[in-house]
């Protein structure tokens, strides 16, 4: 399985857009990015995946580079809300999730 | 859409008995689902796979005889933590997928679970 690399925390500020990098540089070819996020207490909830291209939906864009080595999760409008553990995984070849340490993102107003 | 519930929300019991977690997919249908453990501070830790007719399938160091999954149906997959012991004091998620393919994981708000 390949592994992703994030940064431990970040802050933002309310309003501003909020941009996550992840590493995953062995990703394999048939590997899919996903992103998660955990607010304190809950079952992670689905943000956004992708393979190759750019992907955006209501919550966010993910910016896959051509090598696809890594990645970022941009919060367009980030709100005090947005303020939870963000996880960048690869899936494996049986689809399964492996979960790292996430970067805890702190939204301030 | 894609709304995933897990019963009860949170449990405490006595040690040595067990205790029983569902996990329901409401609005699709959940070829597969996974099963979670997270302690606090910690991220999550995949426990076992299951198909819905199938056995499932345990990560390494995950006990089969302690943990049963059974995944009866495609909108019900059951935990049961036998034996329970204060160390299985955690917070137990499930998640489900709908082709078992590269398809998104959906995930239940959790149980969690505190042995006494």
């Known amino acids: 399985d390949a592994k992703t690399t994030q940064p431990p925390s970040m802050d933002c500020a309310e309003g501003r857009a909020a941009n996550l990098p992840c590493n995953h540089s062995t990703i394999s070819g048939n590997e899919y990015v996903y992103w998660y996020r955990q607010i304190h207490s809950q079952g992670p909830q689905y943000i956004i995946h992708?393979?190759?291209n750019n992907e955006t939906n209501e919550m966010a864009s993910l910016i896959i580079t051509e090598d696809r080595k890594s990645s970022t999760l941009i919060l367009p409008h980030a709100t005090l809300r947005d303020t939870a553990v963000y996880y960048c995984i690869t899936s494996s070849n049986d689809y399964k999730l492996s979960f790292g340490a996430g970067t805890t993102v702190t939204v301030r107003a | 859409g894609a709304v995933v519930s897990q019963h009860p929300s949170w449990v405490i019991c006595k040690s040595g008995t067990s205790v029983k977690i569902e996990c329901r997919s409401l609005d699709f249908q959940a070829t597969t689902m996974f099963w979670y453990r997270q302690f606090p501070k910690q991220s999550l830790m995949l426990m076992a796979t299951s198909n819905e007719g199938s056995k499932a399938t345990y990560e390494q160091g995950v006990e089969k005889d302690k943990f049963l999954i059974n995944h009866a149906s495609l909108t019900l997959s059951t935990l049961t933590v036998t034996s329970a012991h204060p160390e299985d004091s955690s917070f137990y998620i499930c998640?489900?997928?709908?082709?078992?393919?590269?398809?998104?994981?959906?995930f239940g708000p959790g149980t969690r679970l505190t042995v006494l």
């Open positions: 992708g393979l190759k």
């Open positions: 998640s489900a997928s709908g082709t078992g393919g590269p398809d998104t994981q959906y």
